[in-house]
């Protein structure tokens, strides 16, 4: 199988509070909510990069839609990581996710393999890291 990554789905308990979070807080695109119309239906696409999207999900549809029971949350399953170009980018970033509304978890710094980072949740507990590595730059 070769991987093509092109939506990731995070599932969220309130679809209008994650859009604000996303799109007034973080500054995300998005065209909104949209499905509404559809039992289980209401989503929000948010464009990442080119070939890759954010989608916001009501948990329970998600958990509907995959025919499997809605579980209590666990940060620890996994994360998401940004990339960025500097230790002061690492840092513009983490004070954005803050006066969004995200908790800091591991305030950003120096990290064990030669790069910068730190970790913050959104508010539905997803964890997000941000990162300056020095041997995986963005290509922008």
Not at 26 to 47: K, N, Q, R, W
Not at 56 to 74: E, Q
Not at 104 to 111: D, L, N, R
């Amino acid at each position: 199988m070769r991987p093509r990554v092109s939506l990731i789905t995070l599932g969220v308990d309130d679809l209008d509070a994650a859009v604000r979070f996303y799109r007034d807080g973080l500054g995300f695109a998005t065209e909104g909510i949209v499905g509404e119309e559809f039992e289980d239906g209401a989503v929000a696409f948010f464009d990442l990069q080119p070939g890759l999207k954010l989608a916001l999900w009501p948990r329970r549809s998600l958990a509907k839609d995959s025919n499997v029971a809605v579980t209590p949350r666990s940060p620890s399953e996994f994360m998401l990581a940004h990339n960025v170009r500097s230790e002061a980018e690492v840092d513009r970033v983490m004070a954005t996710a803050a006066a969004a509304g995200a908790v800091v978890t591991k305030p950003a710094q120096k990290a064990f393999w030669g790069g910068y980072t730190g970790v913050f949740q959104d508010p539905d507990g997803h964890l997000w890291e941000v990162a300056y590595n020095p041997q995986l730059l963005p290509d922008d």
